[in-house]
C-alpha cells in the first residue's frame, strides 16, 4: 500500500491517508471500550436517556460501590488471580522444561512425540470438554482448586513455544557447560533459562492471559460459590442485578484492572530484552 | 617437541603417562564412518593441530576427547587413565569453542570463575584465581561487561582464560581462531603460541588453515575422511608428504601435481606425463610403465628462458602479484603449473618460458598416490 522504507519517504498524501486509516482503526477499537467506561459510570435510569450523553453527566460511582462492597466480585477476582498466577508459574517451569528436552535432548520417538503434541493442539475444547469433566470428576477433583488448575497445563501450546525459543540457543553453549562441570539440570536452570526469559515472559503472559478469561471450565467444572472465578461470577450477575448494564460495565471495567498493572511492566521488559539481543552470542 | 623412539617411550609411559592417547577410536553414525581407527600419543605440552578438510572428523575427535559424544570403538586415556566411561566434566580437559561459547547473561568476571564454581571453589579463591587470569589475558578492564559489548578478540581472550583457570590435564582448541578477522586472526596466533609457551599445557588444536596448523604446531596431524593421512612436524609434512592430498593439502599455492609413467630402462628412466622428466637414480628402481604422479612444489621450480636446454616449455597464463613474490600460471601440454618466484617481472601474461624441476625437490607418488621414498 505504501513504500516499504518507512514514514521518513511517505509524500503528505500518503502520510494524511495513513493517519486517517490509523485514526479508523484506533476508533474502532477504543469507541466501544469507551462505552463500557462511560455506562458503568451512570446510574441505571441513566442508561436509557435520550439523546444519549457522550459524556455521563452527573457521573455516577454506585456500580463500583456496589460492586466492590455490595457482591462477591472481590472474592471472584482473588480466585482467578490465584488460579491464573498458579497456572502461569507452573506452566513456565513445566514447558521450559520440556521445551528443552524437546530442543536439546536426543531421545528416542522425540520428534514422534513431538508431532503428536502439536495435533493435540489442533483439538478444539469443546471436544474435550466433557471427557474432561469425566476424568476430573473420576478423580474427585471437581470443585476444587486442583479442578481448575490441573487441566490447563496439559496445554501443549507452551511446549512448543518454548522449545522454539531452546532450539535456537547454541549447542556449545551447552557443551560448555557440561565441561565446566554443570549438572544437566544445572545446564537447564543456569544457561538456558537465564537466555530464554523473554520467552518465558511471553508464555507467562499468554497463559495468565488465557486464564483470567477462561470461562467455560470453570463453570463446568466448580459450582462451590467459594470457587467461583471472574468470569463466571459476572456471568451469574444477570440473576443476580437483573440486567443492570451499568454493574456489568463496571465489572468489565474492574476486570481490566489487574491484566493491566501486570501487562505494562513485563511489556517493557520483554520488549527490552528483545531488542538488546540476550539471544545473541 | 622431541619424540622419543616409540618402543622406549611405551616403557617410558608408566612412569610420565601421555597427556592424551588415544587407540583405535571410531566414530560410526549410521551409514558414515566419520573416524576410523585413529590413534595418537600425545606428550606432556606439547601442541598437536588436527589439520584437515571440512567434514574430516577433526572436531568429531576432539568432542570424543572432550567427552561430549561417545566414540563407537577404540579407547581414550587423559593422563594415562582411561576416560572412554567419564562424563565431560571428570576428564580434566578444557575446551576453547569456534563460537566462543560465553554465557550472555555472564559479565567476563562471572564466565572466567563458572568452572571453578561450578567445582565448588571458594570465593575468596575463585576471586583471586580470575583476577590473576584476567591479568595474563588484559582483561581486567573489561571484568564488568557482558560477552556481546566485547569485541571479538576480547571474546576469545575470555574464552581461553575460561579454559586456562581450570588448569586442566589439556586444552582441546575447535578452530578458536576463525571467527575473527584476518589480521586479528594473526595477531591472536602469536599470542596463543605465547601463551602456550608460558603455561605449557597439552593443547589438540582443531583447524583447517594450515598456515595457523604450520605455525603453532609441534606436531600436524592431517586427517580426511576420518582417517589420520600423516602426523610430522611442520617440516615433515611439508617436505615429505605422505601422499597426494597431504601434498596438495599443505603448502600454498599448493603443490603441482602432475599426471604420468615411468619410462624407458634402467639407468635412463623418465617421467612422461605434461612434462617429460628424467629420474635420477636415487629413485627406487620403478619398472617400465608403471603409473606415478609427479610433484614440485611452486617454489621449487625454475623460470627460465625458453630456449634452455632441459627445460620444459609453457605459456604464462597469468601473473599474480602478492607483493613478496609473484605467483606465476604456466600452461604446460594443457596442464597449469603455478612457479612461486621472488624476482618480480620475471615473466608477462602470455609469454612463452622455460621451466626447470630440479631433480632433488622432486615428489613421486604411487598409483595410490602414496608417496614412494628417494633412497
Known sequence: MFHSMGPGRWSPAERATAYVLLIALSLVLIVPFYFVVATSLRNSTALFEYPPKLIPDPLYFGNFERLLFHSEFPHWMLNTLFVATTVAALKVFIDSLAGYAFAKIDF????????????????????????????????????????????????????FLMRQFIVGLPKDLENAARLDGVSEFGIYWRIILPLVKPGLVVLAVIVFTEQYVSFLWPLVSVSDKSLTVMTVGVAGMRSFGGTNYGLWSAAAVMALVPITLLFFPLQRQFLARSISGALKQ | MTTTPAPARAALAAVIPYAIELVGVTKRYSTVTALSDISLEIEPAEFVVLLGPSGCGKSTLLKIIAGLEDSTGGEVYINGKLANYLRPKERDVAMVFQNYALYPHMTVETNLGFPLKMRGGKKDVVAREVASVAALLELTDQLKRYPEQLSGGQRQRVALGRAIIRDPVAFLMDEPLSNLDALLRVQMRSELLKLHRRVGKTTIYVTHDQVEAMTMADRIVVLKGGVIQQVGSTHEVYSRPANTFVATFVGSPQMNLFAGRVEGTVGERRFSGAVSLPLDSNWPSLPSDTSVTLGVRPEDIELLPPDTTDAATGTVELVEDVGAEDYVSVAINGQTCIVRTSSHQAAEEGETVGLRFPPDSLHLFDADRMRIERS
Open chain 1, 108 to 159: 528416542r520417538g522425540r520428534n514422534g512425540l513431538f508431532i503428536l503434541m502439536i495435533a493435540m493442539l489442533m483439538v478444539p475444547f469443546g471436544a474435550i470438554l466433557i471427557p474432561l469433566y469425566k476424568i476430573a470428576r473420576d478423580l474427585g477433583i471437581t470443585n476444587t482448586y486442583l479442578a481448575l488448575i490441573l487441566p490447563p497445563l496439559a496445554n501443549p501450546l507452551g511446549i
